[in-house]
């Protein structure tokens, strides 16, 4: 009785000592991160169904107005959804082309084409904006420094999964973001009023 007393006692002191010791160690982590991330940030990327191989310069493209970011992926039911939503927007003019562009998430996992296949213009889930396909060694700029970053653009945006929706302002700051799978039309409509 006296062993399972003492066991049960250092399997308590052990537990509650390794969740505190853990989550004051992530805190540090996270706070390091996000301290030495650029504020304001930029990459350049082909595009998708672009004949052309043109490059689209984030920084230029966000100019002129915020623009919501899509993260997204092939085989991703959230980033169809959202995807879609979107879509019928700008169709029924509610929102711009220019303020949309979607960013391929997955280029370790995923070809272009497997890409294209779902976002393309005879695709299930076709994008009338542009969708970007930057690759795991796409260099991130700096914009207050004019500097190549030594960030990766994956750790810059927060290591978005798909979906997560993020809008940038014409600084190419990151001012908001969420990461719901499903659209709903409460966050539609913030998205669109976070947009004028």
Known sequence: MIKKTIFLV?????????GCIAEDQSIVKEEIIESS????ISFTSPIMGDENNSNLDLNEYVSNNSVLLIWVAANCKGCHDWTDVFAEEVNNGN?????????????????P???????????????SWPLLLPTENTQLFDLDTGLE???????????????????MDSTGRLTWTSKTYWATEELVEEIKGLLE
């Open 10 to 18: 250092f399997i308590f002191l052990v537990s509650s000592l390794a």
């Open 37 to 40: 991330v650029p504020e304001r």
């Open 95 to 111: 929102m711009s082309n220019n303020s949309i562009l979607s960013i391929h998430r997955y280029a370790a996992f995923e070809s």
């Open 113 to 127: 084409s497997s890409i294209e296949n779902v976002y393309g213009k005879n695709a299930t889930n076709p994008v």
């Open 149 to 167: 970053s030594e960030y990766s653009i994956y750790d810059a945006f927060g290591n978005p999964s798909t979906p997560t929706l993020q809008i």
